[in-house]
């Protein structure tokens, strides 16, 4: 059985589609990160790095969620993750766009927006980062109608944070309409829907 530890963000919610989608059997145990949970001494056993989510699987730790999808595509017979050639190297390199670029763009806009001390260098350099990497993802969604092609683990890694860009971010999505009608794509997917929704 799989035991997934996560919480209700971009990043947690990851490695629920893919469960969903695979149907793959899983317990989730919630991590709190408001109340510290990720720091408790038996979570930093799964992730030395104290970040959710994580995973174990049989026995097995993974940590990252990159690294949990790549697995779970696997241990699924290749769901979601092509075997070779230039469609698993498109499915890759989208993952990693999100993992490298996306979610830690997102996430730093996200924080100095909140920050009591604003930063007007930091909003700037960060939306500016956020406007271009959604432009990039408008781009390869007006060739495609997935990121990486067909529907994958590089879809399922980037939904939890470009969906926000127009409810949480305030930007105008008319600015990319092919990455808001592939929003509307992946979201619509009731696996994406149940994960989403998702409530400790």
Same mark, same amino acid.
């Given at each position: ?14 490695? !629920? $589609?893919? /469960?969903? @989608? ?7 145990? %919630? ?9 408790a001494p038996d979570f930093v056993r799964i ?21 949990? !999808? $790549?697995? /779970?595509? @696997? ?7 092509? %075997? ?11 993952l990693f766009f999100q993992v490298g670029s ?99």
């Amino acid at each position: 059985m799989i035991e997934l530890y996560t919480w209700t963000t971009p990043n947690g919610v990851k490695p !629920l $589609i893919m /469960l969903e @989608e695979t149907g793959l059997p899983y317990h989730v145990t %919630p991590v709190d990160i408001g109340k510290g949970a990720q720091h408790a001494p038996d979570f930093v056993r799964i992730n030395p790095n104290a970040k959710i989510p994580a995973m174990v699987d049989d026995g097995v730790r993974v940590f990252e969620s990159g690294a949990i !999808l $790549i697995h /779970l595509a @696997e241990k699924a017979g290749g769901k979601f993750l092509p %075997p070779s050639g230039q469609a698993r190297a498109d499915v890759l390199g989208w993952l990693f766009f999100q993992v490298g670029s996306v979610g830690p763009m997102f996430g730093q806009l996200g924080h100095f927006r909140g920050a009591k001390l604003a930063d007007h260098y930091a909003l700037d350099r960060y939306t500016k980062e956020v406007e271009r990497l959604a432009g990039v993802m408008d781009a390869r969604l007006g060739e495609v109608e997935y990121l990486g092609g067909d529907y994958s683990i590089a879809d399922m890694a980037t939904i939890g944070w470009a969906r926000g860009l127009g409810a949480y971010y305030k930007f105008d999505m008319t600015r990319w309409p092919n990455l808001e009608k592939w929003i509307d794509r992946v979201v619509a997917r009731p696996a994406v829907r149940k994960a989403l929704a998702w409530k400790p």
